[in-house]
C-alpha cells in the first residue's frame, strides 16, 4: 500500500491506531485517526457493516466523513484500566476493500498527548462560547450540543489560547497556532464561513444530527508532528431541523 497511487477519487479509507495512554482516574484512552487515499473526494461511511467498532460496537464514536489525507487523532474510546476486551478492532469498508486496525496495550504504542516530555509543551487550550470548561488534548465525546435550522448559520465561537512553547526544532517561521473546523459527522453539506477561524458560522444544507470537529493546532503541526502532542479537538454536536 505505501506504493499505490495516490488518485483523485475511488480509493479507500484506512483506520489508524494512534497509541494510548493512561488517564488520572485509572481508566485507559485509545487513540486513533485514519488516512483517505484519496487527494480530492471526502467519503461517507454510516456507522454499520462498513463502519464498525467490536467488541462494544458498532458505534463507538468513531467518524462517518472521512476528509482527504492524513487525520490524526480524531476519536478516542475509554476503557477501564484492566482493558477487559485486550483487543478492539476498528474496521472501514471503502473503495472496494476491507481494511481493519486492532488496538491493544502494547507498549509502543504508549504516548503522552497531554505534555511533551522533550519540552514541556502542552496542547492549546480551547474554550466554547458560554462553556466554563478549558478542553485541552485528544477529544473525549461531545463537548457541546447546539440546534440549528437547514439552510440558516449558526455561530460557532471559541477561544484558543497556547502555552507559547517554541519547538527549537522547527523552523521560526512555523512558531505559530493554528485552528480549523470541520464535518466529523452527518449525511448532508455542511459550509464553514471561514473554517481557520475559531469564531465562525456553520450553515446544513439538509436536517439531521451532525457532529463538527474544531482541532486547535501549536507549532508541533498536525499530529504533533508524529509525536501525539500537542494539539487539542472538541467535538461539538448540532441537530438540525427544517
Known sequence: MPLE??????????????????????????????????????????VG???HLDPGGPDRGQPTHFLTHRQWGMFTI?????????TITWTLVSGGRTLSIPMTLHKDYEISPLKDPALGNTPPVI????????????????????????????????????????????PADAQKMSVSWSKFRG???VHFQNPFSADTTATFASPGDYIVRLQANDVSGEGGGGFQCCWTSVLIKVSVSN
Do not use: C
Open 127 to 170: 474554550q466554547l462560547l458560554g462553556s466554563g470548561a478549558k478542553l485541552q488534548g485528544p477529544p473525549h465525546g461531545v463537548a457541546a450540543n447546539l440546534t440549528a435550522q437547514a439552510g440558516k448559520p449558526v455561530p460557532l465561537r471559541a477561544s484558543v489560547s497556547d502555552d507559547g512553547v517554541i519547538d527549537p526544532r522547527r
Open 78 to 86: 475509554v476503557v477501564p484500566g484492566s482493558f477487559p476486551e485486550k
Open 187 to 189: 449525511m448532508g453539506l
Open 5 to 46: 497511487p495516490l488518485r483523485d477519487s475511488g480509493q479507500s479509507v484506512t483506520p489508524a491506531y494512534e497509541g494510548w495512554y493512561r488517564n488520572a482516574d485509572g481508566t485507559i484512552t485509545l487513540l486513533a485517526g485514519y488516512f483517505n487515499r484519496n487527494l480530492k473526494e471526502e467519503v461517507d461511511i454510516p
Open 49 to 51: 457493516p462498513n463502519n
